[in-house]
């Protein structure tokens, strides 16, 4: 049995960080679902960036739409939705088989409202009912003004996967966002399922303190930040709280580990996937990530709702002259203005290849 099989039997979803029209076109797409245990599939302005930039395959489409009177945000959305309904489409049965607790695919609102939640709300709802498929998330960025959105989101019936979260703090406000959605949809008699994850980011950890601890500490501060955010997630989920809206039939929100590509040369390529084995949870990785675990990776007894170890690490960290808790806070802001440059660049690739087409075609 490959170790993605075996993954997906201890109860973790593997999802891919990636799309591409080419991914679907080619038939790789399916061969993941049908061979890598594949059940879903994460996206953002980066990814789109590489893809429009990196092929030809949607020059037809951005003419099409220039034809049409479309240029910028409006031209990329059709492109995007062409492509996510699509997927939403090839993981409609895993998300039919699991009644909706997997299956999904996520698209990202503009990242440039990330501090503007009325806008930002405004934009999930309209990008969920254009995607008009019952599996697709809207992602918005967990900062202090996506946490309002986030809110008003699910009260609103939208699936949120919540994008750029570090610590366990800004899990924490994200799964409380979620819960005063879900609470308030039970208090106006709505339907409480409406589906979510938290999606913490943990490879930018190590990069960003990379050469600036002990040997014998590399690669492990992103494990140790997961560790004490699994065990505010299984704390949370066995709360009275949550008690009561699973009572009312809500579920849960998942916790999604993000970023778990290996940056660093010097450590395995499947580093992040066997530390991070935990069920109830979900891990969305690149393509080499997800190709490397298949072919030799190794599934880890899983990790502990404790994490005794975890405080350990970071006390460590600490003591090296890291502080932590700035870091989460610095992450998600640089983590939030990354995401800004790679939109505007997928706006100026869009606009090149748009002027480019219509001046030979």
Known sequence: MRATASLRDFGQSLWL?????????????????????ITGLTS???????????????DAAILEGLRNGKAGAPLFFD?????????????????????????????????????????TLAAAKVLFARAARPNVFIKI????????????????????????LFSAQHYLAAAEAYLRGIERRIAAGLNPV??????????????????QVPEHLRGQLGIAVAGRAYKSYRSLLCSPRWQRAYNFG????????????????????THYVKALTAPFTVNTMPDATLLAFADHGEVSDGMS???????????????????????GTDLQNEGAKAFVKS???LMDIITAKGAELARVG
């Not at 302005?45 to 990196?54: G, L, M, R, S, Y």
């Not at 695919?105 to 503007?116: C, M, T, Y």
């Not at 404790?306 to 970071?314: G, K, L, M, R, W």
């Open 343 to 345: 939109w505007t660049e």
């Open 305 to 327: 709702s404790e994490q005794s170890s975890a405080e350990d690490v970071i006390r460590q960290f600490s003591e090296s002259g890291i502080d932590v808790d700035a870091l």
């Open 17 to 37: 960080d990636n799309i591409t029209r080419d991914l679907l076109n080619n038939g790789t797409l399916e061969h993941y679902i049908n061979d890598l245990s």
């Open 250 to 269: 809500a579920h849960a929100q998942r916790l999604l580990w993000a970023s778990t590509g290996t940056k660093d040369p010097k450590l395995p390529d």
């Open 141 to 164: 960025p967990g900062t202090q003004e996506g946490v309002s959105a986030i809110e008003e989101a699910i009260f609103a019936g939208v699936p949120i996967n919540v994008t750029l």
């Open 79 to 119: 492109l995007a939705l062409q492509d996510i309904t699509r997927a939403a489409d090839l993981f409609r049965a895993a998300h039919d088989r699991t009644n909706g607790i997997d299956g999904w695919v996520s698209l990202e609102v503009p990242p440039s409202l990330a501090h503007d939640a009325t806008s």
């Open 44 to 58: 953002n302005p980066t990814i789109f960036d590489h893809a429009v930039k990196n092929s030809t395959a949607y």
């Open 194 to 211: 409406v589906e979510s994850v938290a999606s913490v980011f943990i490879s930018r950890w190590d990069v960003a303190v990379a050469n």
